[in-house]
Protein backbone atom coordinates (compact mmCIF):
# COMPACT_ATOMS: atom_id res chain seq x y z
CA UNK A 1 0.00 0.00 0.00
CA UNK A 2 1.22 3.54 -0.91
CA UNK A 3 -0.68 5.69 1.20
CA UNK A 4 0.99 9.06 1.51
CA UNK A 5 -1.98 10.97 2.79
CA UNK A 6 -2.92 8.85 5.78
CA UNK A 7 -3.58 9.70 8.88
CA UNK A 8 -0.24 10.40 11.25
CA UNK A 9 0.50 7.34 13.52
CA UNK A 10 3.86 8.72 14.86
CA UNK A 11 5.15 12.00 16.06
CA UNK A 12 9.15 12.86 15.16
CA UNK A 13 10.71 16.23 15.68
CA UNK A 14 13.66 16.46 14.44
CA UNK A 15 14.85 15.60 10.96
CA UNK A 16 17.82 14.15 12.86
CA UNK A 17 15.43 11.55 14.77
CA UNK A 18 15.97 8.11 13.70
CA UNK A 19 12.98 7.00 16.11
CA UNK A 20 9.48 8.02 16.12
CA UNK A 21 6.65 8.25 18.80
CA UNK A 22 3.51 6.44 18.68
CA UNK A 23 0.43 8.92 18.91
CA UNK A 24 -1.52 5.83 19.53
CA UNK A 25 -0.98 2.56 20.31
CA UNK A 26 0.24 0.55 17.28
CA UNK A 27 -0.45 -2.99 16.67
CA UNK A 28 1.89 -5.39 15.34
CA UNK A 29 1.84 -5.39 12.06
CA UNK A 30 0.77 -1.50 11.73
CA UNK A 31 1.85 1.13 8.58
CA UNK A 32 3.05 3.62 10.56
CA UNK A 33 4.99 5.73 8.15
CA UNK A 34 4.09 4.84 3.98
CA UNK A 35 5.34 1.05 3.02
CA UNK A 36 6.90 0.81 7.13
CA UNK A 37 5.47 -1.89 9.11
CA UNK A 38 5.85 -2.29 12.91
CA UNK A 39 7.19 -5.75 14.33
CA UNK A 40 5.36 -5.76 17.10
CA UNK A 41 3.04 -3.83 19.48
CA UNK A 42 4.43 -0.05 20.29
CA UNK A 43 2.57 1.02 23.41
CA UNK A 44 1.32 4.62 22.75
CA UNK A 45 3.93 7.35 23.76
CA UNK A 46 6.48 4.83 23.17
CA UNK A 47 9.39 4.58 20.42
CA UNK A 48 9.59 3.05 16.67
CA UNK A 49 12.57 2.47 14.98
CA UNK A 50 12.31 4.84 11.55
CA UNK A 51 15.59 2.95 9.85
CA UNK A 52 17.46 -0.25 10.70
CA UNK A 53 19.47 0.61 13.31
CA UNK A 54 22.43 -1.81 14.60
CA UNK A 55 23.92 -2.12 18.21
CA UNK A 56 26.09 0.48 18.85
CA UNK A 57 24.28 3.08 16.82
CA UNK A 58 22.96 6.34 18.86
CA UNK A 59 19.46 6.74 19.34
CA UNK A 60 17.77 10.40 18.59
CA UNK A 61 15.26 12.08 19.78
CA UNK A 62 14.54 15.84 19.57
CA UNK A 63 17.62 15.38 17.66
CA UNK A 64 19.59 15.01 20.92
CA UNK A 65 21.52 11.38 21.45
CA UNK A 66 19.47 9.90 24.10
CA UNK A 67 21.64 7.10 23.93
CA UNK A 68 23.32 4.57 22.18
CA UNK A 69 21.54 0.71 20.92
CA UNK A 70 22.66 -2.08 23.08
CA UNK A 71 21.00 -4.43 20.38
CA UNK A 72 19.98 -3.95 16.64
CA UNK A 73 16.70 -2.91 15.75
CA UNK A 74 15.13 -2.82 12.21
CA UNK A 75 12.79 -0.61 11.06
CA UNK A 76 9.38 -1.02 12.62
CA UNK A 77 11.28 -2.20 16.27
CA UNK A 78 9.61 -1.17 19.35
CA UNK A 79 12.71 0.82 21.15
CA UNK A 80 12.17 0.38 25.35
CA UNK A 81 14.08 1.47 28.00
CA UNK A 82 16.23 -1.81 28.36
CA UNK A 83 17.67 -1.51 24.90
CA UNK A 84 19.41 2.15 24.96
CA UNK A 85 22.22 2.86 26.98
CA UNK A 86 22.81 5.93 29.16
CA UNK A 87 25.33 9.05 27.94
CA UNK A 88 27.42 10.82 30.12
CA UNK A 89 26.09 13.97 31.80
CA UNK A 90 27.03 17.44 29.98
CA UNK A 91 30.04 18.76 31.24
CA UNK A 92 29.50 21.64 33.69
CA UNK A 93 33.03 23.47 33.44
CA UNK A 94 32.70 24.47 30.03
CA UNK A 95 29.23 25.71 29.57
CA UNK A 96 28.70 29.00 28.14
CA UNK A 97 26.71 31.99 28.21
CA UNK A 98 25.54 33.95 24.71
CA UNK A 99 22.31 35.87 25.65
CA UNK A 100 22.68 39.82 25.99
CA UNK A 101 18.85 39.28 27.84
CA UNK A 102 16.78 40.19 24.20
CA UNK A 103 14.61 38.08 22.97
CA UNK A 104 12.44 38.11 19.77
CA UNK A 105 8.92 37.60 20.90
CA UNK A 106 5.47 38.96 20.43
CA UNK A 107 4.33 41.04 23.15
CA UNK A 108 0.94 39.68 24.38
CA UNK A 109 -1.95 41.99 24.62
CA UNK A 110 -2.38 41.25 28.45
CA UNK A 111 0.37 43.35 30.27
CA UNK A 112 -2.14 43.19 33.70
CA UNK A 113 -3.56 41.04 35.94
CA UNK A 114 -5.94 41.91 38.99
CA UNK A 115 -3.59 41.20 42.40
CA UNK A 116 -2.81 41.68 45.48
CA UNK A 117 0.04 44.37 45.99
CA UNK A 118 2.29 43.87 48.93
CA UNK A 119 4.21 46.43 50.70
CA UNK A 120 7.67 46.02 50.71
CA UNK A 121 7.86 43.22 48.36
CA UNK A 122 8.17 42.90 44.91
CA UNK A 123 5.43 40.30 43.96
CA UNK A 124 1.75 40.29 44.59
CA UNK A 125 -0.79 37.90 46.25
CA UNK A 126 -2.90 36.19 43.65
CA UNK A 127 -4.88 34.65 46.66
CA UNK A 128 -5.55 36.37 49.92
CA UNK A 129 -4.66 34.21 52.76
CA UNK A 130 -3.36 33.64 55.94
CA UNK A 131 -0.47 31.76 56.68
CA UNK A 132 0.23 30.44 60.18
CA UNK A 133 3.87 29.18 59.76
CA UNK A 134 5.11 26.05 62.70
CA UNK A 135 8.72 25.77 63.65
CA UNK A 136 8.48 22.63 64.79
CA UNK A 137 6.00 19.39 64.11
CA UNK A 138 5.39 18.93 67.86
CA UNK A 139 2.93 22.00 67.44
CA UNK A 140 1.02 20.59 64.20
CA UNK A 141 -1.75 18.61 66.68
CA UNK A 142 -2.73 21.99 68.45
CA UNK A 143 -1.90 23.99 65.36
CA UNK A 144 -4.36 21.63 63.41
CA UNK A 145 -7.17 22.01 65.97
CA UNK A 146 -6.99 25.86 65.86
CA UNK A 147 -7.06 26.11 62.55
CA UNK A 148 -10.15 24.44 61.65
CA UNK A 149 -11.60 26.41 64.41
CA UNK A 150 -10.00 29.79 62.94
CA UNK A 151 -11.98 28.34 59.28
CA UNK A 152 -15.07 27.27 61.27
CA UNK A 153 -15.93 30.49 63.92
CA UNK A 154 -13.64 33.64 62.22
CA UNK A 155 -12.99 32.90 58.79
CA UNK A 156 -16.62 33.34 57.81
CA UNK A 157 -16.79 37.08 59.22
CA UNK A 158 -14.08 38.23 57.26
CA UNK A 159 -15.37 37.30 53.47
CA UNK A 160 -12.17 39.22 51.78
CA UNK A 161 -10.07 36.59 52.97
CA UNK A 162 -9.63 33.38 50.61
CA UNK A 163 -8.24 30.64 53.30
CA UNK A 164 -6.21 30.46 56.36
CA UNK A 165 -3.65 27.84 55.73
CA UNK A 166 -1.44 26.32 58.19
CA UNK A 167 2.77 26.15 57.25
CA UNK A 168 3.22 22.98 58.99
CA UNK A 169 6.35 20.73 58.41
CA UNK A 170 8.91 18.03 59.99
CA UNK A 171 11.87 20.33 60.23
CA UNK A 172 12.52 22.41 63.59
CA UNK A 173 14.21 20.04 65.75
CA UNK A 174 15.74 16.49 65.98
CA UNK A 175 18.30 17.96 62.90
CA UNK A 176 21.46 19.03 63.26
CA UNK A 177 20.67 22.25 62.57
CA UNK A 178 24.47 24.02 62.57
CA UNK A 179 25.29 21.39 59.49
CA UNK A 180 26.68 23.25 56.09
CA UNK A 181 23.10 22.39 54.21
CA UNK A 182 20.41 23.34 56.92
CA UNK A 183 20.91 26.55 55.50
CA UNK A 184 18.57 25.09 53.14
CA UNK A 185 15.36 24.29 54.65
CA UNK A 186 16.02 27.19 57.32
CA UNK A 187 16.36 29.84 54.39
CA UNK A 188 12.94 27.95 53.14
CA UNK A 189 11.10 28.10 55.95
CA UNK A 190 12.24 31.73 56.20
CA UNK A 191 10.53 32.90 53.24
CA UNK A 192 8.02 30.66 53.23
CA UNK A 193 6.35 33.12 55.51
CA UNK A 194 6.64 35.70 53.17
CA UNK A 195 4.55 34.26 50.10
CA UNK A 196 2.72 37.20 48.76
CA UNK A 197 -0.06 35.19 48.79
CA UNK A 198 0.25 35.79 53.01
CA UNK A 199 -0.15 39.95 52.45
CA UNK A 200 2.89 40.28 54.90
CA UNK A 201 0.83 39.19 58.09
CA UNK A 202 3.57 37.03 59.55
CA UNK A 203 2.42 34.09 62.32
CA UNK A 204 4.21 31.77 63.49
CA UNK A 205 3.22 29.20 65.87
CA UNK A 206 6.64 27.76 68.20
CA UNK A 207 6.81 25.32 70.76
CA UNK A 208 9.40 27.05 72.82
CA UNK A 209 12.72 24.51 72.97
CA UNK A 210 13.00 23.95 69.51
CA UNK A 211 16.26 23.91 67.70
CA UNK A 212 15.13 26.21 64.82
CA UNK A 213 14.71 29.68 67.09
CA UNK A 214 12.49 32.22 65.78
CA UNK A 215 15.68 34.83 65.51
CA UNK A 216 16.24 32.33 62.67
CA UNK A 217 13.04 32.73 60.82
CA UNK A 218 12.25 36.57 61.55
CA UNK A 219 14.09 40.05 62.10
CA UNK A 220 14.19 41.39 65.67
CA UNK A 221 11.50 43.33 65.09
CA UNK A 222 9.19 41.47 63.96
CA UNK A 223 9.72 38.82 66.79
CA UNK A 224 6.58 40.01 69.59
CA UNK A 225 3.54 39.25 70.87
CA UNK A 226 1.80 40.06 67.74
CA UNK A 227 3.56 37.92 65.33
CA UNK A 228 4.33 34.82 67.40
CA UNK A 229 3.13 31.91 69.65
CA UNK A 230 4.71 30.09 71.62
CA UNK A 231 2.80 26.99 73.51
CA UNK A 232 5.72 26.68 76.81
CA UNK A 233 3.91 29.99 77.98
CA UNK A 234 0.58 28.95 77.18
CA UNK A 235 -1.32 27.39 80.74
CA UNK A 236 -2.90 24.78 79.43
CA UNK A 237 -4.27 23.37 76.06
CA UNK A 238 -7.45 26.00 76.00
CA UNK A 239 -4.94 29.03 76.43
CA UNK A 240 -2.99 27.46 73.22
CA UNK A 241 -5.88 27.48 70.89
CA UNK A 242 -7.16 30.69 72.69
CA UNK A 243 -3.95 32.62 72.11
CA UNK A 244 -3.71 31.41 68.24
CA UNK A 245 -7.26 32.42 67.82
CA UNK A 246 -6.66 35.66 69.27
CA UNK A 247 -3.64 36.10 67.00
CA UNK A 248 -5.18 34.95 63.41
CA UNK A 249 -8.87 37.04 64.64
CA UNK A 250 -6.18 40.34 64.33
CA UNK A 251 -4.61 39.08 61.18
CA UNK A 252 -7.97 38.30 59.59
CA UNK A 253 -8.88 41.78 60.46
CA UNK A 254 -5.92 43.30 58.63
CA UNK A 255 -6.32 40.89 55.47
CA UNK A 256 -9.90 41.83 55.43
CA UNK A 257 -9.08 45.05 53.96
CA UNK A 258 -6.96 43.86 50.94
CA UNK A 259 -8.18 44.57 47.84
CA UNK A 260 -7.25 43.48 44.31
CA UNK A 261 -6.18 46.35 41.86
CA UNK A 262 -4.64 45.79 38.43
CA UNK A 263 -1.02 46.02 38.38
CA UNK A 264 1.89 45.49 35.97
CA UNK A 265 2.73 41.81 34.88
CA UNK A 266 5.96 42.36 36.35
CA UNK A 267 4.66 42.00 40.11
CA UNK A 268 3.59 38.41 39.06
CA UNK A 269 5.54 35.43 39.83
CA UNK A 270 4.18 32.11 39.29
CA UNK A 271 6.22 28.54 39.42
CA UNK A 272 6.17 25.85 36.95
CA UNK A 273 6.91 21.68 37.22
CA UNK A 274 6.17 18.20 35.87
CA UNK A 275 4.65 15.85 37.58
CA UNK A 276 3.92 12.19 36.28
CA UNK A 277 5.71 13.16 33.14
CA UNK A 278 5.38 10.68 29.95
CA UNK A 279 6.50 11.06 26.29
CA UNK A 280 4.29 13.18 25.18
CA UNK A 281 5.41 16.15 27.85
CA UNK A 282 8.02 17.28 25.55
CA UNK A 283 6.07 17.52 22.66
CA UNK A 284 2.55 18.96 23.92
CA UNK A 285 2.13 19.88 27.72
CA UNK A 286 5.92 21.42 28.20
CA UNK A 287 6.74 22.96 24.90
CA UNK A 288 2.56 24.99 25.08
CA UNK A 289 3.51 25.83 28.72
CA UNK A 290 7.01 26.92 27.53
CA UNK A 291 5.18 29.23 24.74
CA UNK A 292 2.55 30.61 27.64
CA UNK A 293 6.21 31.64 29.79
CA UNK A 294 7.90 33.15 27.12
CA UNK A 295 4.39 35.77 26.85
CA UNK A 296 4.36 36.29 30.29
CA UNK A 297 8.43 37.08 30.28
CA UNK A 298 8.08 39.14 27.42
CA UNK A 299 5.04 40.93 28.92
CA UNK A 300 7.43 41.61 32.08
CA UNK A 301 6.25 38.86 34.84
CA UNK A 302 8.74 36.19 36.77
CA UNK A 303 8.54 32.83 35.61
CA UNK A 304 10.19 29.66 38.00
CA UNK A 305 11.20 26.61 36.45
CA UNK A 306 13.22 23.76 38.47
CA UNK A 307 13.81 20.30 39.09
CA UNK A 308 17.81 19.81 38.88
CA UNK A 309 17.73 16.13 37.96
CA UNK A 310 15.62 16.87 34.73
CA UNK A 311 17.51 19.80 33.77
CA UNK A 312 21.15 18.44 33.76
CA UNK A 313 20.99 16.14 31.08
CA UNK A 314 19.74 19.62 28.99
CA UNK A 315 21.98 22.15 30.65
CA UNK A 316 24.07 22.76 27.83
CA UNK A 317 20.84 23.23 25.98
CA UNK A 318 19.44 26.17 28.18
CA UNK A 319 23.10 27.44 29.47
CA UNK A 320 23.58 29.99 26.22
CA UNK A 321 20.29 31.56 27.58
CA UNK A 322 21.91 32.95 30.69
CA UNK A 323 22.16 36.47 31.12
CA UNK A 324 25.77 36.42 32.51
CA UNK A 325 28.75 35.04 33.62
CA UNK A 326 27.12 35.10 37.44
CA UNK A 327 24.13 33.12 36.33
CA UNK A 328 26.21 31.10 34.30
CA UNK A 329 28.41 29.90 37.41
CA UNK A 330 25.58 29.90 39.95
CA UNK A 331 23.57 27.26 37.02
CA UNK A 332 26.69 24.86 37.31
CA UNK A 333 27.50 25.02 40.90
CA UNK A 334 23.92 24.33 41.71
CA UNK A 335 24.40 20.87 39.55
CA UNK A 336 27.04 20.65 40.75
CA UNK A 337 25.85 20.84 44.25
CA UNK A 338 22.85 18.29 43.28
CA UNK A 339 25.33 15.62 41.75
CA UNK A 340 27.75 15.43 44.75
CA UNK A 341 24.28 15.02 46.88
CA UNK A 342 23.40 11.85 45.06
CA UNK A 343 26.31 10.88 44.80
CA UNK A 344 26.96 10.66 48.71
CA UNK A 345 24.10 7.58 48.12
CA UNK A 346 25.57 5.70 45.13
CA UNK A 347 23.07 7.46 42.53
CA UNK A 348 23.28 9.70 39.67
CA UNK A 349 20.39 11.86 38.24
CA UNK A 350 19.08 8.62 36.10
CA UNK A 351 17.67 7.69 39.91
CA UNK A 352 14.78 10.21 39.01
CA UNK A 353 12.26 8.58 36.05
CA UNK A 354 9.28 6.74 37.79
CA UNK A 355 7.89 3.00 36.53
CA UNK A 356 5.20 5.53 35.21
CA UNK A 357 7.68 7.82 33.35
CA UNK A 358 8.84 4.34 31.81
CA UNK A 359 5.43 3.18 31.02
CA UNK A 360 4.83 6.94 29.36
CA UNK A 361 7.58 6.02 26.71
CA UNK A 362 10.40 7.56 28.32
CA UNK A 363 13.83 5.22 28.52
CA UNK A 364 15.67 7.20 30.87
CA UNK A 365 16.19 10.86 32.70
CA UNK A 366 18.08 12.12 29.24
CA UNK A 367 14.95 12.11 27.04
CA UNK A 368 12.75 13.27 30.16
CA UNK A 369 14.84 16.20 30.54
CA UNK A 370 14.81 17.24 26.83
CA UNK A 371 11.28 17.24 27.48
CA UNK A 372 11.29 18.91 30.69
CA UNK A 373 13.22 22.01 29.60
CA UNK A 374 11.02 22.87 26.80
CA UNK A 375 8.76 24.26 29.84
CA UNK A 376 11.17 27.28 29.94
CA UNK A 377 10.53 28.12 26.39
CA UNK A 378 13.26 30.31 24.62
CA UNK A 379 13.93 33.58 26.92
CA UNK A 380 17.04 34.61 28.83
CA UNK A 381 17.53 33.27 31.94
CA UNK A 382 18.42 36.22 33.99
CA UNK A 383 18.83 34.54 37.37
CA UNK A 384 19.39 30.89 38.98
CA UNK A 385 18.41 30.61 42.72
CA UNK A 386 19.28 28.14 45.27
CA UNK A 387 15.95 25.86 46.62
CA UNK A 388 14.21 28.55 48.55
CA UNK A 389 15.75 31.92 47.74
CA UNK A 390 14.04 34.50 46.71
CA UNK A 391 14.35 36.48 43.33
CA UNK A 392 15.83 39.56 42.52
CA UNK A 393 15.45 39.88 38.96
CA UNK A 394 12.26 39.62 36.76
CA UNK A 395 11.71 37.31 33.79
CA UNK A 396 12.59 33.83 33.62
CA UNK A 397 14.54 32.33 36.30
CA UNK A 398 15.66 28.53 37.11
CA UNK A 399 14.99 28.11 40.61
CA UNK A 400 16.72 24.50 41.66
CA UNK A 401 14.67 22.11 43.76
CA UNK A 402 14.30 18.69 43.76
CA UNK A 403 12.10 17.23 41.01
CA UNK A 404 9.85 15.57 43.86
CA UNK A 405 5.71 17.01 43.32
CA UNK A 406 5.92 18.13 46.92
CA UNK A 407 9.60 19.44 47.48
CA UNK A 408 9.49 21.54 44.28
CA UNK A 409 5.97 23.06 44.94
CA UNK A 410 7.04 24.08 48.66
CA UNK A 411 10.09 25.45 47.57
CA UNK A 412 9.05 27.44 44.56
CA UNK A 413 6.40 28.76 47.28
CA UNK A 414 9.67 29.62 49.43
CA UNK A 415 10.73 31.58 46.61
CA UNK A 416 7.71 33.85 46.16
CA UNK A 417 5.42 31.78 43.13
CA UNK A 418 2.01 32.75 43.94
CA UNK A 419 0.24 30.42 41.47
CA UNK A 420 2.29 27.46 39.94
CA UNK A 421 1.42 25.13 36.47
CA UNK A 422 1.92 21.49 36.76
CA UNK A 423 2.54 19.54 33.62
CA UNK A 424 1.55 15.18 33.75
CA UNK A 425 1.06 13.23 30.95
CA UNK A 426 0.10 9.89 33.56
CA UNK A 427 -1.96 11.84 35.70
CA UNK A 428 -1.44 13.53 39.21
CA UNK A 429 -4.04 15.19 41.13
CA UNK A 430 -1.62 17.76 42.76
CA UNK A 431 -2.37 20.66 44.52
CA UNK A 432 -1.27 23.53 47.11
CA UNK A 433 -2.85 25.17 49.50
CA UNK A 434 -1.11 28.13 49.43
CA UNK A 435 -1.15 28.81 45.84
CA UNK A 436 -3.82 28.07 43.26
CA UNK A 437 -2.64 25.15 40.69
CA UNK A 438 -3.25 24.88 37.00
CA UNK A 439 -2.86 21.10 35.68
CA UNK A 440 -1.85 20.86 31.84
CA UNK A 441 -2.33 17.90 30.58
CA UNK A 442 0.10 16.09 27.22
CA UNK A 443 -2.40 13.61 26.55
CA UNK A 444 -6.41 13.48 25.31
CA UNK A 445 -6.51 10.07 26.69
CA UNK A 446 -5.76 11.30 30.08
CA UNK A 447 -7.87 14.69 29.74
CA UNK A 448 -11.04 12.31 28.28
CA UNK A 449 -10.44 10.28 31.77
CA UNK A 450 -9.66 13.58 33.88
CA UNK A 451 -11.71 16.23 32.12
CA UNK A 452 -12.80 17.59 35.74
CA UNK A 453 -9.01 17.76 37.24
CA UNK A 454 -7.15 18.55 33.87
CA UNK A 455 -7.37 22.27 33.69
CA UNK A 456 -6.13 22.44 29.80
CA UNK A 457 -5.80 19.61 27.21
CA UNK A 458 -2.36 19.64 25.63
CA UNK A 459 -3.04 16.39 23.87
CA UNK A 460 -4.80 18.37 20.92
CA UNK A 461 -1.05 19.28 19.52
CA UNK A 462 -0.10 15.87 19.46
CA UNK A 463 -3.68 15.07 17.38
CA UNK A 464 -2.97 18.12 14.98
CA UNK A 465 -6.10 19.55 16.27
CA UNK A 466 -4.33 22.87 17.88
CA UNK A 467 -0.98 24.25 17.45
CA UNK A 468 1.82 24.69 20.32
CA UNK A 469 0.75 28.55 19.89
CA UNK A 470 -2.65 27.75 20.28
CA UNK A 471 -2.63 25.74 23.39
CA UNK A 472 0.39 28.65 24.61
CA UNK A 473 -2.11 31.43 24.55
CA UNK A 474 -4.78 29.39 26.36
CA UNK A 475 -2.20 28.37 29.31
CA UNK A 476 -0.96 32.09 29.06
CA UNK A 477 -4.74 33.47 29.60
CA UNK A 478 -5.87 31.09 32.73
CA UNK A 479 -2.66 31.82 34.09
CA UNK A 480 -4.02 35.71 34.01
CA UNK A 481 -7.37 34.67 34.90
CA UNK A 482 -7.12 32.64 38.07
CA UNK A 483 -4.30 34.99 39.35
CA UNK A 484 -6.60 37.75 38.73
CA UNK A 485 -9.23 35.23 40.60
CA UNK A 486 -11.59 34.99 37.96
CA UNK A 487 -11.30 31.54 37.54
CA UNK A 488 -10.64 28.78 40.04
CA UNK A 489 -8.54 25.37 38.93
CA UNK A 490 -9.87 22.12 39.55
CA UNK A 491 -7.19 21.43 42.80
CA UNK A 492 -8.11 24.93 43.93
CA UNK A 493 -12.25 24.35 43.44
CA UNK A 494 -11.37 20.67 45.26
CA UNK A 495 -9.06 21.90 47.88
CA UNK A 496 -7.30 19.26 46.66
CA UNK A 497 -4.06 20.25 49.12
CA UNK A 498 -0.87 18.10 49.04
CA UNK A 499 1.31 18.57 52.61
CA UNK A 500 4.47 21.06 52.17
CA UNK A 501 7.76 18.78 51.82
CA UNK A 502 11.20 21.50 53.22
CA UNK A 503 13.85 20.42 51.13
CA UNK A 504 16.47 18.79 53.86
CA UNK A 505 19.87 17.48 52.65
CA UNK A 506 21.31 17.85 56.17
CA UNK A 507 21.45 15.32 58.83
CA UNK A 508 18.43 14.45 61.27
CA UNK A 509 19.50 13.53 65.01
CA1 LIG B 1 8.03 17.38 39.76
Redesign the pocket.
Known amino acids: MNNNSMTPKIIKISSKDNVGIAINTLENGSEFLPSLYTHSLIPQGHKVSLTNLKKGDSIYRYGVEIGKLLVDAPVGTWIDEHMISLPLAPDLDTLEYLSDGQFDFPTPDRLTFEGYKVDGCAYAGTRNILGITSTVQCVSGVLKVAVEKIKRELLPKYPQVNDVVSLEHSYGCGVAINATDADIPIRSIKNLIKNPNFGGEIMVVCLGCEKLTIDMLLSENEINSKNVVILQECSGYEQMIEAVMDMAKRKLEVLNKRKRETLPLSQLCIGL???GSDSFSGITANPATGYASDLLVKAGATVLFS?VT?VRDGVDKIAHRCTNSNTIHKLSSEMKWYDDYLSRSNVDRNANPTPGNKTGGLCNIVEKAMGSIAKSGTSPIVEVLSPGEIPTKCGMIFAATP???FV?GTEQLASGITLQV?MTGRGTPYGLAAAPVIKVCSRKDLFDLWSDLIDVNAGTIATGEKSIEDVGVEIFNLILDVASGKKKSWAEEYKLENSLCIFNPAPIT
Open positions: QCGEEASDCL
